[in-house]
């Protein structure tokens, strides 16, 4: 059977109301009544109730995280900093994943208001923007990613078009001109690729350079094979570029795999860029130059975001928020100026 408030109080030799105090970290508990109730706690086994807590305060503390696929590292890792801000707050996080699939992402949106959570922080990938409507629920929700702008919800995303124009511009600071990019998506405007692609065009307008669609590599999802078939399919129709942009870091490690394949040497003949900056970009050899978006900061201002509309109530009437967060451009082993004698 589940074990109760009254058998740690037992256990611990406390009042019910000391064991409750413990529990919601009330400041006047000494530390010595504390330890004591927190090794109860571990003794008896003791997890609160949280239908019976939901009943009492109307709230779980549990919040929904969904995102389209853990085995990318950049929502692998935005969902630890999620958890990890969560935690900080008392707040437990359920993590569930889309495949980027639109029905999945509908069936979780209606799913989260009959189930044990607060509220719900959520990346759509099969949703875009004409279904921004989609999305407004009887929840708090707080949107992350780039595929729904100045929707029903505060939305806190990267700078994307900024982000590829500035990493754009480092490569043409290198003295790159020929600068092929991987990860596009044909005909998208408003997602990721779409945005990124943006910048990338905006900087070589700003550098007086041609765009040249030869030198564009569609492909998606975006991870390592597809990063070795898109190059591998680039280097078909022309090697007459000297750096490559890719839309993310998977794609960059895919990217490098087929050039040193062609014995195409990273950065010697060719620099690779990459965008997520996640942490094996650390330890790639060469070690891989990305754009770091702000992950950390998307998960704390989500989480304060999301907090924030729960303790604000179903009457809340305070407008939706667009939220954007810095980025940086960091260097590493896999950029170099330009070889002259390649170009």
């Known amino acids: 059977m589940r074990s109760t408030l009254h058998d740690v109080a037992r256990e611990a030799g406390v009042s019910i109301k000391t064991v409750s105090n413990v529990i919601h970290d009330h400041p006047n508990v000494s530390p010595k009544t504390k330890e004591k109730v927190d090794a109860a706690i571990k003794t008896v086994s003791y997890s609160p109730n949280l239908n019976a807590r939901?009943?009492?305060?109307?709230?779980?503390?549990?919040?929904?995280?969904?995102?389209?696929?853990?085995?990318?590292?950049?929502?692998?890792?935005?969902?630890?900093?999620?958890?990890?801000?969560?935690?900080e707050k008392g707040l437990t996080v359920v993590i569930e994943q889309?495949?980027?699939?639109?029905?999945?992402?509908?069936?979780?949106?209606?799913?989260?208001?009959?189930?044990?959570?607060?509220?719900?922080?959520?990346?759509?990938?099969?949703?875009?923007?004409?279904?921004?409507?989609?999305?407004?629920?009887?929840?708090?929700?707080?949107?992350?990613?780039?595929?729904?702008?100045?929707?029903?919800?505060?939305?806190?995303?990267?700078?994307?078009?900024?982000?590829?124009?500035?990493?754009?511009?480092?490569?043409?600071?290198?003295?790159?001109?020929?600068?092929?990019?991987?990860?596009?998506?044909?005909?998208?405007?408003?997602?990721?690729?779409?945005?990124?692609?943006?910048?990338?065009?905006n900087a070589l307008e700003a550098a007086g350079i041609e765009y040249d669609e030869s030198l564009v590599g569609y492909t998606s999802p975006w991870f390592r094979s597809n990063g070795v078939e898109v190059v591998t399919e680039l280097l078909g129709r022309t090697t007459d570029f000297t750096a490559i942009f890719a839309f993310n870091d998977l794609l960059a490690f895919g990217a490098m795999r087929a050039l040193q394949g062609r014995?195409?040497?990273?950065?010697?003949?060719?620099?690779?860029?990459?965008?997520?900056?996640?942490?094996?970009?650390?330890?790639?050899?060469?070690?891989?130059?990305?754009?770091?978006?702000?992950?950390?900061?998307?998960?704390?201002?989500?989480?304060?975001?999301?907090?924030?509309?729960?303790?604000?109530?179903?009457?809340?009437?305070?407008?939706?928020?667009?939220?954007?967060?810095?980025?940086?451009v960091v260097e590493r082993e896999s950029t170099a100026r330009i070889n002259v004698t390649k170009s």
């Open 263 to 328: 014995g195409i040497s990273v950065p010697g003949d060719v620099s690779v860029l990459g965008f997520d900056n996640i942490d094996e970009a650390n330890y790639s050899l060469p070690s891989l130059s990305s754009v770091e978006p702000g992950k950390e900061a998307i998960a704390k201002l989500a989480v304060a975001s999301l907090i924030e509309r729960i303790n604000s109530g179903t009457n809340s009437t305070a407008p939706a928020r667009e939220i954007e967060v810095d980025f940086q």
């Open 54 to 87: 939901s009943l009492r305060t109307g709230k779980t503390n549990v919040i929904g995280l969904a995102i389209p696929e853990l085995l990318n590292s950049y929502f692998t890792e935005l969902a630890n900093f999620v958890i990890v801000t969560a935690e």
């Open 98 to 201: 889309t495949g980027g699939d639109k029905d999945k992402e509908l069936k979780i949106l209606s799913n989260a208001a009959r189930n044990v959570v607060d509220g719900l922080i959520y990346s759509p990938l099969g949703l875009h923007q004409e279904d921004a409507e989609l999305t407004e629920v009887s929840y708090p929700l707080v949107l992350v990613g780039e595929n729904i702008f100045n929707g029903p919800n505060d939305h806190v995303t990267m700078r994307n078009v900024e982000a590829a124009q500035a990493a754009t511009e480092y490569l043409i600071g290198l003295g790159h001109v020929r600068i092929a990019v991987i990860g596009a998506h044909m005909g998208e405007v408003v997602g990721s690729a779409g945005l990124r692609l943006t910048g990338y065009k």
